[in-house]
């Protein structure tokens, strides 16, 4: 009866994973974490990853939305998975990223150092 059961699950599991993958790989979909199987079909962690976080700045901003250009004292802004940002492939004096920058890698938040010569990321 056990036997059963596990080939009913390993069926079920089948085919809801329709995609086949490389046998013995491991990859990353989103946060998470793929194994792919000797028979091609991947079996994923299933965290929930954050595809946009919103984060709020203290310092000062201007903004121009034909309201007089008004002024204040904290913004928010949209942040993308890192996949979804275009990179700049250049910087000069070294600079691998724009200071103070923030992306998403994986589940991770990730700011630019201030001098701009790399990431420093939350590990999660």
């Given at each position: 009866?056990?036997?059963?059961?596990?080939?009913?699950?390993?069926?079920v599991?089948?085919?809801?994973?329709?995609?086949q993958?490389?046998?013995?790989?491991?990859?990353?979909?989103?946060?998470?974490?793929?194994?792919?199987?000797e028979?091609g079909?991947?079996?994923?962690?299933?965290?929930?990853?954050?595809?946009?976080?919103?984060?709020?700045?203290?310092?000062?901003?201007?903004?121009?939305?034909?309201?007089?250009?008004?002024?204040?004292?904290?913004?928010?802004?949209?942040?993308?998975?890192?996949?979804e940002?275009?990179?700049?492939?250049?910087?000069?004096?070294?600079?691998?990223?724009?200071?103070n920058?923030?992306?998403?890698?994986?589940?991770?938040?990730?700011?630019?150092?201030?001098?701009?010569?790399?990431?420093?990321?939350?590990?999660?």
């Amino acid at each position: 009866m056990k036997l059963l059961i596990l080939i009913v699950a390993t069926l079920v599991v089948g085919a809801l994973c329709s995609e086949q993958c490389v046998p013995g790989t491991t990859f990353k979909e989103d946060c998470n974490t793929c194994r792919c199987g000797e028979n091609g079909l991947k079996a994923c962690t299933r965290k929930m990853c954050p595809s946009v976080e919103t984060v709020v700045a203290d310092e000062p901003y201007a903004r121009n939305d034909n309201t007089n250009g008004t002024t204040g004292s904290s913004t928010t802004e949209s942040i993308t998975s890192a996949d979804e940002k275009e990179e700049v492939a250049e910087h000069t004096n070294g600079q691998v990223c724009t200071p103070n920058e923030i992306k998403m890698k994986d589940c991770n938040r990730c700011r630019c150092a201030n001098n701009g010569i790399g990431w420093f990321c939350t590990r999660k």
